[in-house]
């Protein structure tokens, strides 16, 4: 059966937000900022819509079975790769073991074990509070009211953070929580319901009205960057209001293209997208960590080119292996 064309471009739109992944963890302040910022919520907005929109499927729940088995294979294969890497520079292999062991467990379903290993459990829960909502017949208007108020709160404890004081309700809200909340399941329900929704409803609009919505969007977010930028406001820059009508209109464009992708094989992208996304920070700390300590525009530069090409070498390896009968169990790689 010939591949959907929305599905075949959303491959090469992931292959593409992982390079920018990979640009937030290694050029730090010269990161092409806030464009960057548009990668992981469209990386859960695909994932939701890929997911969301088999009809057939949708309230199977072998289904959701099957999606979560895949995640957690994937989050348990990384993670014994990389114990090496984050278990000594994390401080998990000195003091306490029983407390380390404790507090990994703890970071598996509320922040980061492997680095940038949030997405994927943020992803699994994400998915399995949406598919719940969904068998419940949840009204949409309360789950959008719901999980827009998490996503604010994530907007003011990362961007807006110098707004308030230390002792607002605000600020606690991030400090109870195991972890920082803007790098956790929680900023992901909002993604995976608009994903949701755009499986269920299509397109907000026209391709020319959804372009210029884009257009306008985008200059609307480069104007809250400069301002909270300018202002001293942020603490981080993981979460701005205006991603929300930017990503919804980048995601609208996205599945009515009608790109020809033939000459591209987007199985391959598929692949490479997820071990990039997996593996590129643990490469990037090694570095940092070894080589290359400092952040001037130079270095900056360097460290992407090598994180980028070292995580290409890693997924073609993959890639390669896997294809030999003693090395299929790589496919749990992706």
């Not at 990668?39 to 859960?44: K, R």
């Not at 609009?205 to 909270?228: H, M, P, W």
Request: positive net charge.
């Amino acid at each position: 059966m010939e591949q959907r064309k929305e599905i075949e471009i959303l491959d090469v739109a992931k292959f593409i937000m992982a390079i920018m992944v990979v640009g937030i963890h290694t050029l730090g302040r010269y990161g092409i900022y806030p464009l960057f910022r548009i990668a992981v919520p469209l990386f859960f907005m695909i994932s939701s819509y890929l997911f969301f929109s088999n009809t057939e499927k949708r309230g199977n729940l072998k289904y959701l079975k099957k999606f979560c088995i895949r995640n957690i294979k994937l989050y348990c294969f990384w993670f014994v790769v990389l114990m090496p890497i984050f278990l000594p520079m994390g401080g998990y292999l000195t003091g306490n073991l029983l407390f380390n062991a404790f507090k990994l467990i703890i970071k598996v379903f509320f922040g980061s074990t492997f680095a940038a290993s949030w997405y994927i459990s943020a992803l699994v829960i994400g998915m399995c509070f949406v598919f719940i909502c969904d068998k419940l017949k949840i009204n949409y208007g309360i789950i959008v009211g719901i999980t827009f108020a998490i996503y604010v709160v994530c907007c003011l404890n990362s961007n807006y953070r110098n707004l308030m004081p230390d002792n607002s309700i605000i600020v606690m809200i991030n400090r109870i929580y195991p972890g920082t909340i803007y790098n956790g399941f929680l900023v992901g329900l909002f993604w995976i319901f608009l994903g949701y929704l755009f499986a269920c409803k299509g397109t907000i609009c026209d391709r020319k009205n959804s372009q210029i919505g884009l257009i306008t969007s985008c200059l609307l977010l480069l104007a809250e960057y400069f301002i909270v930028t300018k202002t001293h406001l942020a603490v981080d820059n993981d979460c701005y209001f205006m991603l929300i009508p930017v990503c919804c209109f980048a995601f609208d464009n996205l599945i009515s293209c009608e790109w020809n992708c033939k000459r591209i094989d987007v199985k391959v992208l598929r692949k490479y997208s997820t071990i990039i996304y997996c593996v590129h920070a643990s490469l990037a700390g090694v570095i940092e960590h070894y080589w290359i300590s400092d952040s001037n525009f130079t270095d900056c530069v360097l460290k992407f080119i090598l994180v980028l090409a070292m995580s290409l070498m890693v997924a073609n390896t993959v890639c390669v292996l896997e294809k030999k009968k003693a090395f299929k169990w790589l496919h749990n790689a992706y």
